[in-house]
């Protein structure tokens, strides 16, 4: 199992222009995040998907949109890229954790965007 | 209030050493209790989940007092590879709330 994938890695936007952030999942988790970390900074929880075809709001969603395409897969766009958005993305899927009915949250490395 | 508050660190310790970390949530609906682990530039990794009986896996033992809302982490004989800084994170429905986390460093 590879677990949380996202591509890219890195990328470098200049201020304006858009992306797509990919996240996939190969856990058959139902529950897909998006979080943003800043240097020195907790996780702030962008949107979430409970499960395929839904999508809410998390704490921090201006300037982003989601689409959660299949279960396996939430992606992130930034429609027009700013300075602001300059983050540490992680995606993560929520599934057992080993205990009955206890679930947590498995992460995927990450993509560092630089917006100039 | 925060939703989960933590110690706010950095805890600066030899190795050897015995480390307690502690946290509060204030939800008393939350569910489920973890300590994750995140290395600098990483992901977060589960490290424990946290029951109310208390469990401890190998050098780390958590504790939950569901009364007093209140985890805690304790690592014993730290090792330098224990620097990392140390996450709270409650269930509450379908969201998993982190703490801001407590920074260790372990020197030799």
């Known amino acids: 199992n590879a677990g949380v994938t996202q591509t890219p890695k890195f990328q470098v936007l200049k201020t304006g222009q858009s992306m797509t952030l990919q996240c996939a999942q190969d856990?058959?988790?139902?529950?897909m995040y998006w979080y943003r970390q800043d240097p020195g900074m907790g996780l702030r929880l962008i949107y979430y998907?409970?499960?395929?075809?839904?999508?809410d709001k998390g704490e921090v969603p201006n300037g982003y949109n989601v689409s959660r395409l299949n279960k396996r897969e939430f992606s992130l766009r930034l429609e027009s890229a700013a300075p602001s958005q300059t983050s540490v993305y992680f995606c993560?899927?929520?599934?057992?954790?080993?205990?009955?009915?206890?679930?947590?949250?498995?992460f995927g490395p990450g993509t560092r965007l630089l917006v100039l | 209030r925060k939703e989960v508050e933590q110690d706010p660190g950095p805890f600066n310790v030899p190795e050897g050493a015995t480390v307690a970390f502690n946290c509060t949530y204030s939800n008393s609906a939350s569910q489920s209790f973890f300590w994750y682990r995140q290395d600098c530039r990483k992901e977060p990794k589960l490290l424990m989940s946290v029951y109310s009986s208390g469990n401890e896996d190998g050098r780390f033992t958590a504790q939950l007092n569901r009364a007093s809302q209140y985890i805690s982490l304790l690592i014993r004989d730290s090792k330098l590879s224990d620097s990392a800084t140390y996450l709270c994170v409650v269930n509450l429905g379908f969201k998993t709330i982190f703490g801001a986390g407590t920074r260790l460093f372990v020197k030799a």
């Open positions: 993560a899927s929520r599934g057992l954790a080993g205990g009955p009915s206890v679930e947590t949250q498995y």
């Open positions: 998907s409970a499960s395929e075809g839904t999508t």
């Open positions: 856990m058959n988790h139902n529950s």
